[in-house]
T-cell receptor
Framework: GESVGLHLPTLSVQEGDNSIINCAYS??????FIWYKQESGKGPQFIID?????DKRQGQRVTVLLNKTVKHLSLQIAATQPGDSAVYFC??????????FGRGTSLIVHP | DAGVIQSPRHEVTEMGQEVTLRCKPI?????LFWYRQTMMRGLELLIY????????DSGMPEDRFSAKMPNASFSTLKIQPSEPRDSAVYFC?????????FGNGTRLTVT
């Protein structure tokens, strides 16, 4: 079956810098995308979502961009903080809230 | 709201023993999911319930795995007999036509 994948398994940034985490998806029928954050010892937590009829959505310090032409999703974190250190997963859905998860990208924020 | 509650947090058992993982979803959520997370395979959906009825169990690895949801506030995932390759973190999640809310997982080690 089709799957969600990530370009970078580990991303290291300095505190205060902006972070960009990328995700490629292959199912052109996917219509809903979600970013989750997983801290050590915890379950994934919802960060932000976007539907396929949008190309950009902003939250607090986070922005998700969707490029359906190349099937690419990104999560931008502004002014990255040590508390942002975690594994970030993108997930795609086809007509439901049952996500298919990518493998995850580890974000390491250096003070 | 206390969120999704899973127990135990850690379970260490010997091969061949029965293991039962427990989950209390968020009150009012009509869907419940069991996921397994490993380094090799990432987050895998095992089974999900809607209104206490199992909808899709195609992710359950084999007959040794079974899941029940006797009522809207409780679910179990049972492995009998357990094997070392079952070692993983097992997550329960719930939702109400929304992004999933995850518990903090049960880390299972089978020796």
């Amino acid at each position: 079956g089709e799957s969600v994948g990530l370009h970078l398994p580990t991303l290291s940034v300095q505190e205060g810098d902006n972070s960009i985490i990328n995700c490629a998806y292959s199912n052109s029928a996917s219509d809903y995308f979600i970013w989750y954050k997983q801290e050590s010892g915890k379950g994934p937590q919802f960060i932000i979502d976007i539907r396929s009829n949008m190309d950009k959505r902003q939250g607090q310090r986070v922005t998700v961009l969707l490029n359906k032409t190349v099937k690419h999703l990104s999560l931008q974190i502004a002014a990255t903080q040590p508390g942002d250190s975690a594994v970030y997963f993108c997930a795609e859905n086809v007509g439901s809230y049952i996500p298919t998860f990518g493998r995850g990208t580890s974000l390491i924020v250096h003070p | 709201d206390a969120g999704v509650i899973q127990s135990p947090r850690h379970e260490v058992t010997e091969m061949g023993q029965e293991v039962t993982l427990r989950c209390k979803p968020i009150s009012g959520h009509n869907s419940l999911f069991w996921y397994r997370q490993t380094m090799m395979r990432g987050l895998e959906l095992l089974i999900y319930f809607n209104n206490n009825v199992p909808i899709d169990d195609s992710g359950m690895p084999e007959d040794r795995f079974s899941a029940k949801m006797p009522n809207a506030s409780f679910s179990t995932l049972k492995i009998q007999p357990s094997e070392p390759r079952d070692s993983a973190v097992y997550f329960c999640a719930s939702s109400e036509n929304s992004p999933l809310h995850f518990g903090n997982g049960t880390r299972l080690t089978v020796t």
